[in-house]
């Protein structure tokens, strides 16, 4: 897919604001502190720890990540964003189209991390294996909310029995604002994600550039077995 075409269930490329001129609005200029604060709460006793950062767009945390993991591995539709990510990481990078498959995978050469650009709900585990951990920061509420079931029957395909996800999300009146980020809470995710636990660690006041009113909360979530 080029950054031209419309995924089958979100918005396009130039909706979510990826051009080559500014970074788009979601993009932070450092590490996000709940992946710092809670991090610890992902890990494994396994060797060879595999991450998933869904919808990943350039974010710095998969440098972070990447010291951590033993691989970790982004999907992001934008090719902006992923070229942007490793020239602005000074990665260098091998390019492969996925033969018969619509992803395209890069992979950097001096770090250990994967991204495949292409629609997240054209991603299985053939294509991208599984994984014992996801850190989640504007994936699963960039999503419209009728497909919320869907992603996380996608997610749960691709995360072992053992993992775990991390998500940010948020909490604000919605008949206010319309998203994304769409309104989440713990409820929605326990119906969404049938097969896991659902432990909201923190929720807190914050102020985001989107929302206009000051009721809105950011939360962290862990969903384990
Ligand atoms: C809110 S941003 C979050 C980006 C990143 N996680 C971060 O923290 O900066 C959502 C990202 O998902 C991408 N995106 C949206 N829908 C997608 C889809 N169906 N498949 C792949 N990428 C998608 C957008 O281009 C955008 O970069």
Not at 31 to 58: A, D, M, W
Not at 125 to 148: H, L
Not at 177 to 189: M, N, Q, S
Request: charged share 30%; proline share 5%.
């Amino acid at each position: 897919m080029d950054d031209k075409s419309m995924p089958r269930t979100e918005l396009s490329p130039e909706q979510w604001n990826w051009t080559e001129k500014e970074d788009p609005p979601f993009h932070a200029a450092s590490y996000n502190s709940i992946l710092l604060k809670y991090h610890n709460r992902l890990t494994t006793e396994q060797k060879e720890r595999r991450i998933f950062v869904p919808l990943c767009g350039k974010t710095l945390d998969m440098i972070y990540l990447s010291e951590q993991w033993h691989e970790v591995v982004g999907l992001e539709f934008s090719e902006i964003g992923i070229v942007d990510f490793f020239a602005e990481n000074n990665l260098t990078y091998d390019k492969e189209d996925l033969v018969g498959k619509p992803f395209v995978k890069y992979t950097a050469k001096e770090r250990n991390i994967t991204i495949y650009k292409g629609d997240l709900f054209d991603l299985s585990q053939e294509v991208c294996g599984d994984f014992d951990a996801s850190w989640d920061r504007g994936s699963f509420v960039a999503i419209n909310v009728p497909t919320r079931k869907k992603y996380a029957q996608l997610m749960t395909s691709i995360i072992r029995p053992s993992g775990k996800i991390l998500m940010e999300v948020w909490k604000y009146d919605a008949s206010k604002y319309a998203g994304p980020p769409h309104h989440t809470e713990e409820k929605d995710l326990v119906e969404a994600f049938t097969d896991f636990k659902v432990e909201a660690l923190e929720f807190n006041p914050a102020k985001p550039h989107f929302y206009k009113g000051d009721d809105i909360l950011l939360g962290a979530v862990l969903l384990s077995h």
